[in-house]
Nanobody, 113 residues
């Protein structure tokens, strides 16, 4: 199983980034998918999730700014991040869960003030 996250980088506050996570080795459409992050000095936290039935939830801190989506034909989950803030600086991970849970390797997002 591989979850390959990409799209991180350095952006100024107020800017946007789009993350992608391509999955292989799983039946993507059977999995609930999520984005998580680990901010400096903090524990990993959920950012957004999208179930196999396309039910979506967001952390309060990103509501109205981030959008999660999935493309089952491409085995990919996305996270569009707008109006980024310095406190969004973190390593972002994707996660797949069905009977088992799998994590991607993480991609760094740095937001400068």
């Amino acid at each position: 199983v591989q979850l390959q996250a990409s799209g991180g980088g350095l952006v100024q506050a107020g800017g946007s980034l789009s993350l992608s996570c391509a999955a292989s080795g799983i039946t993507f459409s059977d999995n609930d998918m999520g984005w998580y992050r680990r901010r400096p000095g903090k524990q990993r936290e959920v950012v957004a999730t999208i179930t196999r039935g396309f039910s979506i939830n967001y952390a309060d801190s990103v509501k109205g700014r981030f959008t999660i989506s999935r493309d089952n034909a491409r085995n990919t989950v996305y996270l569009q991040m707008n109006n980024l803030k310095p406190e969004d600086t973190a390593v972002y991970f994707c996660r797949a869960e069905s009977r088992s849970a799998y994590w991607g390797q993480g991609t760094q997002v740095t937001v400068s003030s």
